[in-house]
Every structure is written in structure tokens, then in C-alpha cells.
T-cell receptor
Framework: GAVVSQHPSRVICKSGTSVKIECRSL??????MFWYRQFPKQSLMLMAT?????????EQGVEKDKFLINHASLTLSTLTVTSAHPEDSSFYIC??????????FGNGTRLTVT | DAKTTQPPSMDCAEGRAANLPCNHSTISGNEYVYWYRQIHSQGPQYIIH???NNETNEMASLIITEDRKSSTLILPHATLRDTAVYYC??????????FGPGTRLSVLP
């Protein structure tokens, strides 16, 4: 089946620094990448979607200047949390899609901002 | 994006079939029904999807009503490792996958 690799799985950073999360589709070309955020005991919340080579589309309430998304190729998308603060601590999950397969998710990144 | 509703929690005895219902009464004609599950601190795992016919794979079976307004995910012989949150989503290629709260399935020994 389709595999999405997300890295790192855990990261701890200091307040004010930036963190980059990578999402790779290993055996398929992801025409669209989805980025979700999940707080404890809650469901996944869609943050943004991106198509290869295009600007990301952000959901209402998600700051595009804070959560920078790059989808440079059909197999790689990155999410950079800029000037992270403790309230950005969360579980971030990416997912890749193409027309030939259902959405496949990475294993998530646990971000802790101290 | 169609909204789905699921019971918040269910219990199932180990070895028995787990039947998880989902209502999607506003699903449109070109939207599929997808099922995913999430085990704590992991990304959601794809289980199965279907449009209008019943589907079966190595993990589960999906039964969709004729009017497509509801469906049931069946885990034929639940094990302790099937304890997870199960999400039913109506959507398709090019649409946003919107997650509801899902059903927390507890498989009991």
C-alpha cells in the first residue's frame, strides 16, 4: 500500500524558534498534500492543503505566515512552524493523495514548544 | 463536504464481530465513504472505502445501504489491537477530508 513518511516523529524546541516537518510519499506521487493538527483528546483539524508547485490553501483561522507550507515536488511537502510558541505544541499529521488511491497519512510529529 | 455522524464509543468482546455504524445522509452522488482508524499517537490508518457496493478486504468489510445514507464497518473477529478511534468520512479525490470525532472502539478481553 501507499506509504507516507513523516519526519521527525518528535521534536522539542524553544519558544521563538522555527521547526520544519517533512512529509514524503515513498511509493506514489502525491498531487495533493494535506496538513492536520490534533490536540489531546480531539479529532484531526485540517490546517491546509497544497498542490505541487502551487501555494497552499489555508483553512479559516490558520495563520499562513506562521505555518509555512511548501510542496516542491510530487513526493515532498514541508510544514515550517515559525516563531513557535507553547500554544503551537500539538500533533501534526500530513497526508498525501493522488487520483489513484485514497488519502494516506504519515505517522505524525509531536511538537513540544518550551 | 458531507457531514458524518458516529456513536462516540462502543465496546466489543475479543473474537466477536465489531459493527461500527456511520450516518452520512447528505452524501452526494460522487462521494465515497472512507474508513480510517487511529491508534494513540499515530497517524490515521486507511481501512477501506466504497461508493455504493459492499466492499471487503483483509482488514474489514464495508456495508453501504442502498440509499447510501448510512454504512457499517465490520471487523469480523476483533482483537485487542483493534482498539482505536474509527473515523468515517464522506469525500473524494480533490475534496477536503474532514474528520469528525469518530467512534472510540474498545475491544475487551
Amino acid at each position: 500500500g501507499a506509504v507516507v513518511s513523516q519526519h521527525p516523529s518528535r521534536v522539542i524546541c524553544k519558544s521563538g524558534t522555527s521547526v520544519k516537518i517533512e512529509c514524503r510519499s515513498l511509493d506514489f506521487q502525491a498531487t495533493t498534500m494535506f496538513w492536520y493538527r490534533q490536540f489531546p483528546k480531539q479529532s484531526l483539524m485540517l490546517m491546509a492543503t497544497s498542490n505541487e508547485g502551487s501555494k497552499a490553501t489555508y483553512e479559516q483561522g490558520v495563520e499562513k505566515d506562521k505555518f509555512l507550507i511548501n510542496h516542491a515536488s510530487l513526493t515532498l511537502s514541508t510544514l515550517t512552524v515559525t516563531s513557535a510558541h507553547p500554544e503551537d505544541s500539538s500533533f501534526y499529521i500530513c497526508a498525501g493523495e493522488n487520483y489513484n488511491s485514497p488519502l494516506h497519512f504519515g505517522n505524525g510529529t509531536r511538537l513540544t514548544v518550551t | 463536504d458531507a457531514k458524518t455522524t458516529q456513536p462516540p464509543s462502543m465496546d466489543c468482546a475479543e473474537g466477536r464481530a465489531a459493527n461500527l455504524p456511520c450516518n452520512h445522509s447528505t452524501i452526494s452522488g460522487n462521494e465515497y465513504v472512507y474508513w480510517y482508524r487511529q491508534i494513540h499517537s499515530q497517524g490515521p490508518q486507511y481501512i477501506i472505502h466504497g461508493l455504493k457496493n459492499n466492499e471487503t478486504n483483509e482488514m474489514a468489510s464495508l456495508i453501504i445501504t442502498e440509499d447510501r445514507k448510512s454504512s457499517t464497518l465490520i471487523l469480523p473477529h476483533a482483537t485487542l489491537r483493534d482498539t482505536a478511534v474509527y473515523y468515517c468520512i464522506a469525500g473524494g479525490y480533490g475534496q477536503n477530508f474532514v474528520f469528525g470525532p469518530g467512534t472510540r472502539l474498545s475491544v475487551l478481553p
